[in-house]
């Protein structure tokens, strides 16, 4: 009879071990879910207007029919111009110092249009990498690099 009893106490702790891990299993995973769920406000999920310079810009050099590199020529498309302002262009030299600026105005009506900048007449181009970076105001549009080789 020792067994038929210490097989009731067995059986009726296996049934509280279930019943507290079926509780657990109810109550645990609803007290990690949030109870209220905010609605996502439609406005906010639309990006603000920004300068976008187009995939296919860049920056190559000039070369004359000899073969000779007589100058350096950015060519650009803006896909989205928000607002009407001055486009900014400085050249960068190997050493790292400014060599020329420009700028024009841009309006937004200018979105899609092709633009080219050449770099100065008088500009000496040394071997070695040349940068030409495009801002508005204050913001960086895009960096453009090319390797000029020694003669």
Do not use: H, I, K, N
């Amino acid at each position: 009879m020792r067994r038929g009893a210490r097989g009731r106490w067995a059986g009726g702790r296996r049934w509280v071990a279930r019943a507290l891990a079926v509780a657990l299993l109810a109550v645990g995973p609803s007290a990690c879910m949030p109870l209220f769920v905010p609605p996502v406000p439609t406005d906010q999920l639309r990006s603000a207007p920004a300068w976008r310079v187009a995939g296919d810009a860049a920056l190559a050099p000039v070369v004359a029919a000899d073969g000779a590199v007589v100058g350096l020529r950015l060519s650009l498309r803006f896909d989205e111009v928000p607002e009407s302002a001055w486009v900014a262009l400085q050249w960068f030299g190997p050493v790292g110092r400014e060599r020329a600026s420009d700028a024009r105005w841009v309006e937004p009506a200018d979105a899609g249009r092709a633009w080219t900048w050449d770099a100065p007449d008088d500009l000496v181009l040394e071997p070695g990498t040349w940068r030409a970076v495009l801002s508005v105001g204050d913001r960086l549009l895009r960096q453009f690099d090319v390797e000029l080789p020694a003669d």
